[in-house]
Nanobody, 123 residues
Framework: QVPLVESGGGLVQAGGSLRLSCAAS????????MGWFRQAPGKEREFVAA????????YYANSVKGRFTIYRDNAKNTVYLQMNSLKPEDSAVYYC????????????????WGQGTQVTVSS
């Protein structure tokens, strides 16, 4: 098991920024690719961003490319999602996930999931 805990969500105005964190408790994530997904009410969960285990490769959904940045600090056992230029359509519960199969946009590739953190962007 890899317990993951997200934090950093909240309410922000359109155009603002937030940084989400995903910390692993009691287990290292350095050997896992990590991803961020989100789910808005009434919608399916969708891919946001992913990063390789060493952090050298990243992958983004088109909807967030150029606005969001995923990065990791394996020494702190934490993955981050910096979100800039936020839009109301970015409002959702954001989840981080760990994959032993490599980074991917496919949620079925991920073995462990956090409980999520709410992001609300007001217009």
């Amino acid at each position: 098991q890899v317990p993951l805990v997200e934090s950093g969500g909240g309410l922000v105005q359109a155009g603002g920024s937030l940084r989400l964190s995903c910390a692993a408790s009691g287990r290292t994530i350095s050997s896992y690719a990590m991803g961020w997904f989100r789910q808005a009410p009434g919608k399916e969960r969708e891919f946001v961003a992913a990063i390789s285990w060493a952090g050298g490769s990243t992958y983004y959904a088109n909807s967030v490319k150029g606005r969001f940045t995923i990065y990791r600090d394996n020494a702190k056992n934490t993955v981050y999602l910096q979100m800039n230029s936020l839009k109301p359509e970015d409002s959702a519960v954001y989840y981080c996930a760990a994959s032993s199969r490599g980074y991917s946009a496919y949620d079925g590739s991920y073995d462990y999931w956090g409980q999520g953190t709410q992001v609300t962007v007001s217009s």
